[in-house]
């Protein structure tokens, strides 16, 4: 049991490259979200999915595509890389959006130059 | 959308009790009181959560005042790993899948932990 596995942990990218980055989870678990971190700052919901083929907006949707094809994964797209999207990513996952647990993956930091 | 008021940062010496305030005077009758911390460079980690009584598990302790205006996380025995950022959220439990059922975070409290 891996819990929440994210990859890569550090990606540094150029100015209008793409990039998707990964989020695996092995518990059967129906909710998955992504949040961003910045320096000094709380953890902003980008965006969610309450299972496979359903996903919607968070509070920092812009510059970001999601898509849920199966339970297990729910990888997170930058379309054309800005430096404002430099921050560290954290997925999550639970049970349902109902649970009160959530589990976070370690992180992946993202440096735009 | 309710929000909560934590200080910015805390200092406790090791193996003492730690009590971490949390105001939300907007509270809603069915927000639940989550709290999750974050040790450095992790993910956040699911602490305890409650609604109107007060909680235990194996973790800490969730003290919720009569009037579910303020509420305190009480790690009994502070230990070095303790040391984390603690976050206080507001979570609708019946709004599920509405703006307030989500998990929002702060910029929570700076738990520093002294040998």
């Known amino acids: 049991n891996a819990g929440v596995t994210q990859t890569p942990k550090f990606q540094v990218l150029k100015t209008g490259q793409s990039m998707t980055l990964q989020c695996a989870q092995d518990m059967n678990h129906e909710y998955m979200s992504w949040y961003r971190q910045d320096p000094g700052m709380g953890l902003r919901l980008i965006h969610y999915?309450?299972?496979?083929?359903?996903?919607d907006q968070g509070e920092v949707p812009n510059g970001y595509n999601v898509s849920r094809s199966t339970t297990e994964d729910f990888p997170l797209r930058l379309l054309s890389a800005a430096p404002s999207q430099t921050s560290v990513y954290f997925c999550?996952?639970?049970?349902?959006?109902?649970?009160?647990?959530?589990?976070f993956g370690s992180g992946t930091r993202l440096t735009v130059v | 959308d309710a929000k909560t008021t934590q200080p910015n940062s805390m200092e406790s010496n090791e193996e003492e009790p730690v009590h971490l305030p949390c105001n939300h005077s907007t509270i809603s009758g069915t927000d639940y009181i989550h709290w999750y911390r974050q040790l450095p460079s992790q993910g956040p980690e699911y602490v305890i959560h409650g609604l109107t009584s007060n909680v235990n598990n194996r973790m800490a302790s969730l003290a919720i005042a009569e009037d579910r205006k303020s509420s305190t996380l009480i790690l009994h025995r502070a230990t070095l790993r303790d040391a984390a950022v603690y976050y206080c959220i507001l979570r609708d439990e019946m709004n599920y899948g509405g703006a307030t059922n989500k998990l929002i975070f702060g910029t929570g409290t700076l738990l520093a932990v002294q040998p």
């Open positions: 999915s309450v299972g496979a083929g359903i996903t």
């Open positions: 999550a996952s639970s049970y349902s959006i109902r649970d009160y647990g959530y589990t």
